[in-house]
């Protein structure tokens, strides 16, 4: 089940950024009126791909996501790949507001902007896949997570098994 979780999660995530790396092209293309802008080209070819392909295949990316971390991995790349993935899913949210403006032909934005932010999803995607293929438990000098389920010596020190807990001392009495 873990392997085609797994597998689920990778399929749907290559389609999510197929769309991410695409989407910018269209607008790019719209904007300097080339053939792809005809708007009975753009419109639907733009809404099938942001609607019907890259929102689904997120959805599906981040809720096998989310399944799988139930496995319990451990360690700073998750926190970080989850800090990276929230990003992707800003910019996924920014291009579907950028496809609404375009939609209602109020362009903000020059062609080289497109270009610029065309790059963003392959930014994030190098992170996700390194993060996720180094896995390192521990960031700079911060200690890496708990292993296992801790003892209860680890927890409270001087208990031991079946003892009670130590008085309590406070200051200044």
């Known amino acids: 089940m873990y392997f085609w979780?797994?597998?689920?999660?990778?399929?749907?995530?290559?389609?999510?950024?197929?769309?991410?790396?695409?989407?910018?092209r269209l607008f790019v293309a719209r904007h300097r009126r080339e053939i792809d802008a005809d708007p009975t080209?753009?419109?639907?070819?733009?809404?099938?791909?942001?609607?019907r392909v890259m929102t689904?295949?997120?959805?599906?990316?981040?809720?096998?996501?989310?399944?799988l971390i139930a496995w319990n991995p451990a360690g700073a790349w998750l926190v970080l790949k989850l800090v990276?993935?929230?990003?992707?899913?800003?910019?996924h949210l920014y291009f579907g507001l950028?496809?609404?403006?375009?939609?209602?032909?109020r362009d903000h934005h020059g062609p080289t902007f497109y270009r610029v932010i065309g790059w963003v999803p392959l930014l994030l995607l190098l992170l996700i896949a390194g993060l996720t293929g180094a896995k390192p438990l521990t960031l700079g000098n911060l200690?890496?997570?708990p292993s296992g389920a801790a003892d209860a010596e680890e927890l409270v020190p001087g208990l031991e098994e079946g003892g009670e807990l130590p008085p309590l001392?406070?200051?200044g009495s």
Do not use: Q, R
């Open 5 to 24: 979780l797994k597998v689920v999660h990778i399929l749907a995530m290559t389609v999510w950024f197929s769309g991410l790396f695409f989407l910018p």
């Open 169 to 171: 001392e406070l200051p």
């Open 84 to 91: 990276v993935v929230a990003a992707a899913v800003l910019l």
């Open 56 to 67: 689904p295949a997120a959805l599906l990316t981040i809720t096998a996501g989310g399944i």
């Open 98 to 105: 950028l496809l609404y403006e375009l939609g209602h032909d």
């Open 143 to 145: 200690p890496a997570p």
């Open 41 to 51: 080209y753009w419109n639907p070819v733009t809404n099938v791909l942001f609607f």
